[in-house]
Every structure is written in structure tokens, then in C-alpha cells.
């Protein structure tokens, strides 16, 4: 009899099964698995041996309530305050913390030369008028007398090299300016808490497509100085928005001049065509002032007058207190006053020493 299951009754040894509680009677081999529930037999063990010769015990439990997981065993703790028994080798390390990621900057490399590629630009600019008077003083020699063949050599090279340079140094800082108008406006778009409309794509295709670039630049910094004025009214700066219209002024200008210089080229005649040095001589001259407008308005918008220090910004108020004379008035009479008396003494002792340091000089003369 096993748990009520028929077994052998001639057998007094059975086997307990761990999952349901049924003993199955040994049968010559041991089983491992339950018939019933397929759970683990335990070893067989007499139905009637005492509980310290069986290999397991019995645990009440209310009915429908599982046994939880088996905890493990913990040894008795140790009243001894705890310590290394030798110097621990592990630390806690300071991370550094994670830097934020950096917007995206496509012309950083132009953007962080912008002041020097301005610079340059308008150097190069200056050599090339320099250049374009001297060819223009061999045209005025050239009218009387023969020219060496060396000296017009040097005067085409001279102009040759400084216009190339100079048209190269233009394209590089146009570039860097396009990449710090976008940097510029992204910055101010967000301050304001709002998103710039215009891609770099755009950007850069209506700065430098020709005639479009006439405009468009400074229709875009007139947007930014706007919503930059819009964002913080207290700080707005109208100094900023005249800036802006004095460079896109010069810029239209310097624009026009470069047109009608490269009608210059096509003339026929050699008058017409010293006209045309001439005028490429003030082209040249204009294109290095917009090159230093354009590095005065950059540092304009960075707060820094044109040598880079920050500006100094002076507001003029209304005084409403009466004028308090800085000198006191001469009050001619007995009635005037002890500091007045005291002050007319002392113009007296002055007067008088003059008078006789006058008198000493005429008697050294004598």
C-alpha cells in the first residue's frame, strides 16, 4: 500500500515523491521519477523508521500554498566589526563627465580663420590697388618714353599674382562668412526658442550664386539681428542694425564696381582701357574696406569694437536734479561772503606778486 496506490504489501520500504507526497513501494530497483506527477522520488527509506534515520523530512504547509525557493544558508554573524585584512586594491574611479555632443559645424575649418582670412583678404586687396597704380604710372611713363621690357614684366606679374591671391583669400573668407552666418543664426534662433527656417544649403546658395548674393546676405542679417533684438529688448543694440545696413551698402557697392570693372576689360581703346586701371585700382580699394567692415561686423555681433575689446556702451539720461555751478561767482560788494573775501585775497597776493616779479624783470633788463 503506497499513498493510495496498490503496491506489494509484503514490502515495508517505499519511496516518497518530492513534488506530490505519494510513496511509491520499491519493487526490486528504485525509481527516480514519479509515475503520477513525474516529479523526483526520494531514496527508498522504511514506512515506519523514525525520523532520524530517514534522509528527508516532512514539512506541513497549508493546502494550496507552494513552497518558496530554498534559502541559503548563512552562517552565524560575527560580533568583530568588520575590516580588510590586508589594503584592498580596488577604488572608486571619477568618470569625467560625458561632454554634451557639439552641433554640427560642415565649415569649422574656414569659420575658426574667419578674422585672419578677413585680415588677409583685405591686405591682399590693398597690394593689388598698389599694384594696379603702378601699371597705371608705367601707362602715364609710357605716353613719353619707351618702357623696358623688365619693368612691364614685374608690372604684369605684380598685378597677375596680387589679383589671384586676392580673388582666392575673397573665396576663402566668403566661405567662412556663410559658415558663421549659420553658425550666428542658429544661435540666436535658439536663444529665442526657435528653429532657423534656412538650411545651410540655402545659405550658402543665395550667398554666393551671383547677383542673389547682392541681396540675400543682408536680408539674413537683418533677420538675425531682428529676432536677436526681439529675444532680449533690454540688451537690443541699435548700433548692430546700422552696421548691418552700412555693410550691405558697401557690399552692393563693391558689388557694382566689380561689374563695371570687368566691362573695363572688353574696351578697345587705350584710353579707355588706363579708365579701366584706374577704376580697378578703387575696386580694389573698396573690396579691402568691405573685407574690414565685414571683421567689424563679426565682432559687433561678439559684443568687441573693430581692434576686438568689448564695447562700452554709454546711455545718456535726462538730469532731473537743478545745475549746481562747478565755480562759484564773484559777488562784487561788502556783502559777500567769507570763502568769496578769502578767494579775492588770494587773486590780490597773486596779482601782486606778478606785478613785482614785472618790475624785476624790467630792472634786470635796464
Not at 565755480?327 to 587773486?347: D, N
Amino acid at each position: 500500500m503506497n499513498g493510495g496506490h496498490v503496491a506489494d504489501s509484503r514490502s515495508a520500504v517505499v519511496q516518497p515523491c518530492a513534488r506530490c507526497g505519494a510513496r511509491w513501494a520499491v519493487q526490486g530497483k528504485p525509481l527516480h521519477w514519479c509515475p503520477r506527477c513525474h516529479g523526483v522520488l526520494l531514496s527508498p527509506a522504511p514506512v515506519d523508521a523514525p525520523a532520524n534515520r530517514r534522509n528527508y523530512r516532512w514539512v506541513a504547509r497549508p493546502p494550496g500554498r507552494k513552497s518558496g525557493p530554498a534559502q541559503p544558508h548563512r552562517p552565524a554573524s560575527s560580533r568583530e566589526t568588520p575590516h580588510y585584512r590586508q589594503i584592498p586594491r580596488w577604488g572608486l574611479l571619477d568618470r569625467p563627465p560625458l561632454e554634451s555632443s557639439a552641433p554640427r559645424r560642415p565649415l569649422a575649418r574656414f569659420t575658426d580663420r574667419l578674422s585672419t582670412l578677413l585680415i588677409a583678404t583685405a591686405i591682399a586687396f590693398g597690394v593689388a590697388a598698389l599694384a594696379e597704380l603702378g601699371r597705371y604710372g608705367v601707362l602715364l611713363r609710357n605716353r613719353t618714353r619707351l618702357i623696358p621690357p623688365w619693368l612691364l614684366w614685374i608690372s604684369d606679374a605684380a598685378v597677375t599674382v596680387s589679383a589671384v591671391v586676392a580673388l582666392v583669400l575673397a573665396l576663402c573668407a566668403a566661405i567662412a562668412l556663410v559658415g558663421w552666418l549659420a553658425e550666428t543664426r542658429r544661435a540666436v534662433f535658439a536663444s529665442a526658442g526657435r528653429e532657423d527656417s534656412r538650411s545651410l544649403m540655402v545659405l550658402v546658395l543665395l550667398c554666393v550664386y551671383p547677383v542673389l548674393n547682392l541681396v540675400w546676405p543682408g536680408v539674413f542679417l537683418l533677420e538675425t539681428v531682428r529676432v536677436r533684438n526681439a529675444a532680449d529688448p533690454e540688451n537690443a543694440d541699435p548700433r548692430l542694425l546700422r552696421a548691418v545696413r552700412i555693410w550691405w551698402a558697401a557690399w552692393i557697392l563693391n558689388g557694382v564696381m566689380v561689374a563695371v570693372s570687368l566691362l573695363y576689360r572688353f574696351a578697345s581703346t587705350l584710353q579707355v582701357q588706363a579708365d579701366g586701371v584706374l577704376f580697378t585700382l578703387w575696386t580694389n580699394l573698396v573690396a579691402a574696406g568691405v573685407a574690414i567692415a565685414s571683421l567689424g561686423l563679426v565682432r559687433a555681433f561678439a559684443g568687441l569694437d573693430l581692434r576686438g575689446r568689448p564695447k562700452r556702451l554709454s546711455r545718456w539720461v535726462i538730469a532731473t536734479t537743478p545745475v549746481r555751478s562747478v565755480i562759484e561767482p564773484v559777488r562784487p560788494g561788502g556783502g559777500v561772503a567769507e570763502p568769496a573775501a578769502s578767494t579775492e585775497r588770494a587773486l590780490a597776493v597773486a596779482v601782486g606778486d606778478d606785478e613785482a616779479q614785472a618790475q624785476q624783470q624790467e630792472v634786470v633788463a635796464k
